[in-house]
């Protein structure tokens, strides 16, 4: 009997840090429950130099199986280190295209990706980008710096807002099960008694919440008080529609960021 709670979709760019990616995905998946699939796609131009129909096809062909290989290699070295099954798919052609498609196709609960020096992995263009963390109809994970490998045991927790949002409940709720720390919730209000980007505390057996003054130092203020607490994972909710300033802060934090739908 299948007990896979969470479909997963892990892309890469078949870079240095995608080992980095898998592990932490293959931990992401033993922590909650999750079935994952690697998915690569890349675009025909970055193949084809050949004006030949006939030779841009072998060209592919022979990118494919080099790019199949070297995927297979990764895939099958997690699979073996953390005991757990991994799927995976190569595929040529428009990039945010395949990726909206492959979404669209096997409706995963957590899409996930990678970035190096706080930078989205290579093929994610700002249109992907922008997709992902806006519209895609799932979860989507964010990983951290490339050489930082994160375990989901116990894992301390950080939320954007001041309260859990229906839809991240249930996922938080399975990350949070053999978590002995409480969830921190970063938010920012107009108080007008609240100093310059210290904020106010307050604290309950399972919550910390941290209330910053509305400012353009808000989210600066944020990010540093979540690198001082040693936060794990930083969670934002899809409702609170991700413009571009909270997109920064994204890109700021070194640690894995979940986005919830």
């Known amino acids: 009997m299948d007990s896979t709670k969470y479909r997963m979709l892990a892309l890469t760019d078949l870079s240095k840090s995608s080992m980095t990616i898998l592990k932490n995905a293959a931990q992401l998946a033993k922590a909650i429950g999750g079935k994952i ?30 790019a199949q290989k070297r995927l297979k290699t990764m895939v099958r070295k997690i699979e073996k280190e953390e005991n757990i099954k991994i799927t995976f798919q190569i595929a040529y052609g428009n990039i945010k295209n395949a990726i909206q498609e492959k979404i ?27 997709f992902l963390l806006n519209e895609c109809p799932a979860n989507v994970l964010i990983a951290g710096e490339d ?3 994160y375990s989901y045991d116990d894992t301390s927790l950080g939320v954007y807002g001041d309260v859990l949002q229906k839809d991240g ?7 949070n099960q053999k978590n002995s720390n409480p969830i921190r919730f970063f938010s920012i209000r107009n108080t007008k008694n609240t100093k310059k980007n210290i904020p106010q505390h307050r604290n309950t057996k399972e919550k910390v ?35 571009s300033s909270l997109q920064q802060m994204v890109y700021k934090l070194d640690i894995p960021v979940l986005i919830l739908e």
């Open 37 to 66: 699939e690697v998915f690569y796609v890349k675009a025909p131009a970055d193949v084809v130099n050949y004006e030949n129909q006939f030779s841009a096809i072998r060209a592919i062909q022979e990118d494919s199986r080099r």
């Open 104 to 130: 669209s196709k096997t409706k995963p609960d957590i899409v996930l990706l990678g970035r190096r020096k706080s930078k989205l992995v290579n093929f994610l263009s700002n249109g992907i980008t922008k």
């Open 147 to 149: 050489d930082k490998f």
């Open 169 to 175: 409940i249930e996922i938080i709720n399975d990350l």
């Open 209 to 243: 919440s941290y209330i910053f003054s509305e400012g353009t130092n808000a989210l600066d203020g944020i990010t540093s008080y979540v690198s001082r607490t040693n936060m794990q994972l930083f969670c934002i909710s899809r409702k609170h529609q991700i413009k």
